[in-house]
């Protein structure tokens, strides 16, 4: 079993910043993609950002020039740094990670438990 602990949310005013992180622990034989994604009250959750094993990144429109994604593979863990925060960011954060347990184990995806981001105007 694979657990993704989130940390780095909370309320900043529109123009801030904030950095969210993602650990991901438990039986682990290598992490290919990486993500964040969010939801906020009443709509799909959307894909914010995600990265390969070999630093590829996905950006969605709306974040681009804004936020930027990291992964410190050692370490299991993922990051989302935040600048430029607008009300429209507020949202619930989930980490994704899709995780094979071992060589001859398909890629099984997980989702952390989410992280509430409130920016206010």
């Known amino acids: 079993q694979v657990q993704l602990v989130e940390s780095g949310g909370g309320l900043v005013q529109a123009g801030g910043s904030l950095r969210l992180s993602c650990a991901a622990s438990?039986?682990?034989?290598?992490?290919?993609?990486m993500g964040w994604y969010r939801q906020a009250p009443g709509k799909q959750r959307e894909l914010v950002a995600s990265?390969?094993?070999?630093?590829?990144?996905n950006y969605a429109d709306s974040v681009k020039g804004r936020f930027t994604i990291s992964r410190d593979n050692a370490k299991n863990t993922v990051y989302l740094q935040m600048n430029s925060l607008k009300p429209e960011d507020t949202a619930v954060y989930y980490c994704?990670?899709?995780?094979?347990?071992?060589?001859?184990?398909?890629?099984?995806?997980?989702w952390g438990q989410g992280t509430q981001v409130t920016v206010s105007s």
């Open positions: 438990g039986s682990i034989f290598n992490i290919n993609v």
């Open positions: 994704n990670c899709n995780v094979r347990s071992n060589l001859y184990s398909r890629f099984n995806s997980y």
């Open positions: 990265i390969t094993s070999g630093g590829s990144t």
